[in-house]
């Protein structure tokens, strides 16, 4: 059957199946897929880096030699690809086959070889462990036949131009034969070439395949371009198009992109150009941010291995946006209070001596010791004083002299009064330089007695 006619056969079935919902989406994806099939052209070339060949471990080469006396193609595919094109060492290879699920675990069975993670199976992935040393990942070459936004369901095939198909970037859709035959259907090479990062064919339809890949198009843009400024119209304005689907994703799945886009190459750049599209109400972002700000935060923070959230906390501008932040993203516990402490400290006046200025936060910070520092560091990052984070002995004062145990000694229950005697006894230490001892500060304890206020009695 020729492409033309298998096409109108399938828009025939698509327009019979229009008024039920459950059939129209598999066969408007076979139809566009009949397109998207003989877009692709194959283009092959040698791989010349010696970082594939750190890859040959015992492990991978007992991987090889089964499916290659079984008859079954093995390819490493993906982002292990693109990083070997660029000579990085991938940290991650996964592996693409001709070989079924099915087929995958009846040769591992006959061979001895473990499995586990069986939640895999189903999208075809299927995990080994060889030699109780080395785990690997392969995964049938496959169709998403179904999608919703979020997840699809798959059909298995043995076309790697199928597989390429679904794939979200071309710099990411390319195999890798173990002769070293980078296999290319969609001009991935080429892309990573000239630093350019684009959908494999349609963007909207790849998009609309899973939402959260208007993420991994910023993340990669990152990663790849050389300039900020280098984005393909038609790729923003189905992005823009399309942003709403972001609702469908969740916070976790977009914190874990939004981080790494944070930390990337282009963030000052990067960030404003996700406002101009729309997507800040979908991540949990104020819908209005100082972006110039921001910019000058990414440039303070430059070279310093922000924590992520330390530039995002430049686009809040109260403490109730990091609460709507993280009602959406579900970031860490420390992430959270990370932002919180900036926003709270970022403006207190620093009086033109900054080592004092931190000595004193870290004096007023009661809690664990160690996770104040880690946050002043940020803090100073935030505001361009990154010279004084690898030197914490110059703003970490010694630890405060006086306890509770020392104020019971001294008639003061504990409770309120107590904490309130504790914050004024820090005062005045701070006041000091951080240089008066226990006795000094307990013989103060009657002076501030009296300028303590009432608190009120328990009722009975």
């Not at 009846?106 to 995990?127: A, D, L, P």
């Not at 001294?410 to 001892?437: A, T, Y």
Request: with cysteine; proline share 5%.
């Amino acid at each position: 059957m020729s492409r033309a006619i298998l096409r109108n056969v399938l828009k025939n079935i698509f327009q019979q199946t229009r008024f039920h919902p459950s059939l129209k989406q598999p066969v408007k994806y076979l139809c566009s897929s009949v397109d998207r099939k003989w877009k692709g052209h194959l283009t092959t070339m040698k791989l010349e880096t010696p970082k594939f060949h750190h890859l040959f471990t015992p492990e991978l080469k007992v991987l090889i030699d089964v499916f290659e006396r079984n008859n079954y193609e093995l390819r490493i595919a993906g982002g292990a690809v693109r990083d070997l094109l660029l000579d990085i060492l991938p940290s991650d290879v996964d592996f693409a086959t001709t070989a079924t699920p099915d087929q995958m675990i009846q040769m591992f069975t006959k061979e001895r070889i473990r499995m586990f993670n069986e939640r895999g199976v189903k999208h075809g992935t299927i995990s080994v462990r060889i030699n109780d040393k080395e785990n690997f990942e392969v995964t049938t070459l496959r169709i998403d036949v179904v999608t919703d936004g979020r997840r699809a369901e798959v059909e298995f095939t043995k076309d790697w131009l199928i597989d390429a198909n679904r794939r979200d970037l071309t710099i990411n859709a390319m195999f890798l034969g173990f002769d070293g035959t980078v296999h290319d259907y969609f001009s991935g090479v080429q892309d990573l070439q000239e630093r350019r990062v684009q959908f494999v064919g349609d963007p909207i339809q790849r998009i609309q395949e899973d939402y959260l890949r208007i993420l991994r198009y910023f993340r990669f843009y990152g990663r790849i371009s050389e300039r900020p400024d280098n984005h393909l119209t038609e790729t923003l304005k189905a992005i823009a198009e399309n942003v709403g689907g972001l609702e469908r994703i969740s916070g976790e799945r977009i914190w874990m992109e939004l981080k790494k886009i944070l930390c990337n190459n282009h963030a000052a750049d990067i960030i404003p150009v996700m406002y101009d599209v729309g997507m800040p109400s979908y991540l949990g972002l104020p819908s209005s941010a100082d972006l110039d700000h921001y910019r000058q935060v990414c440039r303070n923070t430059e070279g310093l291995q922000p924590n992520p959230v330390t530039r995002m906390s430049a686009l809040f501008k109260s403490e109730q946006e990091v609460y709507v932040m993280n009602e959406r993203l579900k970031v860490s516990a420390d992430e959270f209070r990370q932002a919180l402490f900036i926003i709270e400290s970022r403006h207190l006046p620093d009086k033109g001596n900054p080592i004092k200025f931190y000595k004193d936060l870290m004096c007023d910070t009661v809690g664990q010791r160690n996770k104040t520092v880690e946050r002043i560091i940020e803090l100073m990052k935030y505001k361009n004083e990154g010279e004084l984070c690898g030197n914490p002995s110059l703003w970490t004062p010694p630890p405060f002299p006086v306890g509770g145990a020392d104020l019971m000694k001294c008639n003061i229950k504990k409770g309120p009064h107590m904490q309130l005697m504790l914050k004024e006894l820090r005062n005045v230490w701070k006041e000091s330089d951080f240089k008066m001892e226990k006795s000094e500060l307990l013989e103060r304890i009657d002076d501030i007695l009296p300028t303590l206020p009432e608190l009120p009695s328990k009722k009975k």
